[in-house]
């Protein structure tokens, strides 16, 4: 069986605010973080052509390769390119 720690939540729950920064909605795509390999992939996309431009920026901005795949050398690496990422998204707007 294997463990989520703090650090694998950390991962996601940062992918998550990237993916509403982005106008995608959490259920629309998958986020998946290998604990063993230091992956974190997107293993489906959303339907329609408007979000999947947007899902597409929103890898891009993390800096994913083909196939929609990010791997660093080191968990301080893919923390640093989230919050690379997000700090150059688009701003939550307030309503």
């Known amino acids: ?4 720690g703090h650090f694998e939540i950390a991962v996601l729950m940062k992918v998550n605010e990237l ?3 982005h106008g995608l909605e959490l259920w629309e795509f998958d ?3 290998d604990t063993e390999t230091g992956e974190l992939s997107f293993p ?3 339907g329609g052509a408007d979000r ?3 899902f597409r920026k929103m890898k ?3 800096g994913c390769g083909e196939g929609g795949k990010l791997q660093l050398d080191s ?3 893919l ?3 989230l919050d690379t990422a997000l700090s150059t998204a688009p701003r939550p707007r307030l309503r």
């Open 31 to 33: 986020a998946e973080y």
């Open 60 to 62: 891009d901005a993390l």
């Open 19 to 21: 993916a509403q920064r």
């Open 52 to 54: 999947y431009e947007r």
């Open 44 to 46: 489906s996309t959303p």
């Open 75 to 77: 968990d301080a690496a």
């Open 1 to 4: 069986m294997s463990k989520i």
């Open 79 to 81: 923390l640093e390119a």
